[in-house]
């Protein structure tokens, strides 16, 4: 007997930007997720609380802001960054007491992993790794449990990937390559296929899965058929690439072009593997019954303004891809909401669905009122980046027309008007015409920070 409870199928990519998914406009052929939107609600404005992995995704584990959850910053070498606190309780955890079967499967970039019943993990892509072992960086990346996967499939494949990536065509490319794996040796082909059989093994049972995909984060070095599916010369290069400072580090135009069709193509590769899953949801009469997520963790700057990665405020880093899919008992649904929400939703969301109540610890407010079009989105959204030196703090406040930055120690300020400049061009914090707006973003990121002090502990019990 299957259960009345929903089933939760969390899927996250990494890297993702909001504009790579055909439902918000892109060019990028994405109709599984297109179809997911059609028949659930798409997220025109959704935002990361951080615009790096491991501080980004312990704001969605926990419903939690930065600065009360602890996790600031990641470290170049990444498994001496410090973990979520031991005092947080993350949304999975509070599944699993209400005896839902929790799996997670590829990348979740966390420490520790708290709340899951099963787990086959990997560190993800990493375009610094050259070298499967013994890297400066810490631990080979792809893991044991994909390489012995890998090895089985075809023995001395996992080696080929690192010789690949010390090659000469990988550096001059700017890790723009075809793959020297098949797409069914690709490493999100593997946290498919674990997320399909956990699935197949707790269909009896209320289950959590988070699929937590590798791309298209840098390397982008897509298999075939998706590393020509796009045609370089068709990539329309934007505004903001041409504008690139003259001391810019992103290629030429012609390498640039190559880089984007290669990430447009892991972005349909992503798009496919999420639609494996869907068939299966349906081919065990799942589909109906589960909640389905997708989002990413943080954008990519792709060129934009003469840099590559994420670690910045613009929109192309902290604007996320968002779509819902509720369970079959939410009807009539809001098609496309436009009003501000945050990833910090999505764990209220999730319990809120699985008949959990939500801590009074927990920032975030639950989207199913919004997907129902009972209620708004926020007036405002927060993002705050600390660098992995730790040398400077930067805490952004975005409303629906304004976004305001503060840099500590530098007292560095910026302030856009997205209505006249979407682009994000001109920053108006110096100028005088603006001084009264200046001081209104200013009060209301103090406030925000302010009213969301929030304690972990009620009546000496954690919450």
Not at 5 to 11: G, Q, T
Not at 178 to 195: G, H, K, Q, R
Request: proline share 7%.
């Amino acid at each position: 007997m299957k259960s009345q409870k929903p089933n939760i199928v969390l899927i996250t990519s990494d890297q993702q930007r909001f504009d790579t998914v055909g439902a918000y406009g892109s060019v990028v052929r994405t109709p599984v997720l297109d179809q997911l939107a059609a028949e659930g609600s798409l997220f025109e404005y959704a935002f990361c609380n951080n615009p790096v992995c491991m501080p980004s995704r312990a704001c969605m584990q926990t419903g939690r802001y930065t600065h009360q959850h602890g996790l600031r910053y990641m470290e170049s070498a990444i498994h001496t960054t410090p973990g979520l606190p031991p005092w947080e309780v993350t949304f999975m955890e509070r599944l699993q007491n209400a005896d839902y079967r929790t799996g997670a499967f590829g990348k979740l970039h966390m420490h520790p992993h708290k709340g899951f019943d099963e787990m086959q993990l990997t560190n993800g892509q990493g375009a610094r790794w050259h070298v499967p072992y013994g890297a400066p960086f810490g631990p080979h990346q792809f893991g044991d449990d994909y390489a012995r996967w890998l090895e089985e499939k075809r023995p001395g494949a996992y080696a080929q990937i690192y010789e690949q990536r010390r090659s000469r065509e990988y550096r001059q490319y700017h890790s723009a390559v075809t793959s020297v794996l098949a797409f069914e040796e690709y490493v999100d082909y593997w946290i498919t296929e674990n997320t399909i059989d956990f699935i197949e093994r707790e269909k009896d049972n209320p289950f959590f899965v988070w699929m937590g995909l590798c791309n298209p984060h840098t390397p982008v070095d897509a298999p075939e058929p998706y590393s020509t599916m796009y045609d370089p010369d068709d990539i329309v290069l934007s505004e903001k690439y041409l504008k690139r400072p003259e001391s810019s580090r992103v290629p030429e135009p012609d390498v640039m072009r190559r880089w984007i069709a290669h990430y447009y193509g892991l972005c349909t590769m992503v798009d496919d593997l999420v639609g494996m899953v869907v068939k299966k949801l349906k081919e065990l009469d799942l589909y109906e019954n589960t909640l389905i997520i997708y989002t990413s963790d943080h954008g990519e700057m792709m060129g934009d303004f003469g840099r590559f990665g994420k670690g910045r405020f613009y929109e192309p880093v902290i604007r996320m891809p968002l779509i819902i899919k509720p369970p079959d008992g939410d009807e009539n649904v809001q098609r496309r909401v436009s009003g501000l929400v945050e990833l910090i939703d999505l764990a209220p969301t999730i319990l809120d669905y699985a008949g959990l109540r939500i801590p009074p610890s927990v920032q975030g407010i639950s989207l199913r009122p919004i997907l129902k079009g009972e209620a708004g989105g926020k007036e405002q959204i927060l993002c705050e980046y600390t660098t992995e030196n730790k040398e400077s703090n930067g805490k952004c406040i975005r409303t629906g027309r304004y976004k305001y930055a503060r840099w500590s120690p530098q007292g560095r300020e910026e302030l856009y008007d997205l209505h006249t400049d979407p682009d994000e061009l001109n920053n108006l914090a110096d100028d005088e015409r603006y001084a009264d707006l200046l001081s209104e973003m200013r009060a209301r990121l103090i406030d925000h920070l302010t009213m969301s002090e929030r304690p972990i502990i009620v009546r000496n019990r954690y919450v």
